[in-house]
């Protein structure tokens, strides 16, 4: 069965960190683009970062630059996303995608259910 699955979100305090994992299993994730993507209530769903298949190329919105580290372990076949200092306006449920595509994901053709992460004191 294809399909993406994240777990590690949760309630952390302002500052915090968090590790999200986003476990492929039908597919090769070193063979294809994984994006992170974010989608808060009342806001347009925001891509966070994308790891390609070629060169390793990363990508990082603005808003996370800096703070959010984007990687993969091909021998667990699994895309992280490691989130430090978080902020209050990184609330939003969190998921991964692919489009099987090496370099960008733009359809978003294959997504996982999300995890929820909320930055609250």
């Known amino acids: 069965q294809v399909q993406l699955v994240e777990s590690g979100g949760g309630l952390v305090q302002p500052g915090g960190s968090l590790r999200l994992s986003c476990a492929a299993s039908?597919?090769?994730?070193?063979?294809?683009?994984i994006g992170w993507f974010r989608q808060a209530p009342g806001k347009e769903r925001e891509g966070v970062s994308r790891i390609s298949s070629l060169d390793h190329y990363t990508y990082y919105a603005d808003s996370v630059k800096g703070r959010f580290t984007i990687s993969r372990d091909n021998a667990k076949n699994t895309v992280y996303l490691q989130m430090n200092t978080l902020k209050p306006e990184d609330t939003a449920v969190y998921y991964c995608?692919?489009?099987?595509?090496?370099?960008?994901?733009?359809?978003?053709?294959?997504r996982g259910q999300g995890t929820q992460v909320t930055v609250s004191s």
């Open positions: 039908g597919f090769t994730v070193s063979g294809y683009a």
């Open positions: 995608a692919t489009d099987f595509n090496p370099d960008q994901v733009l359809t978003e053709s294959l």
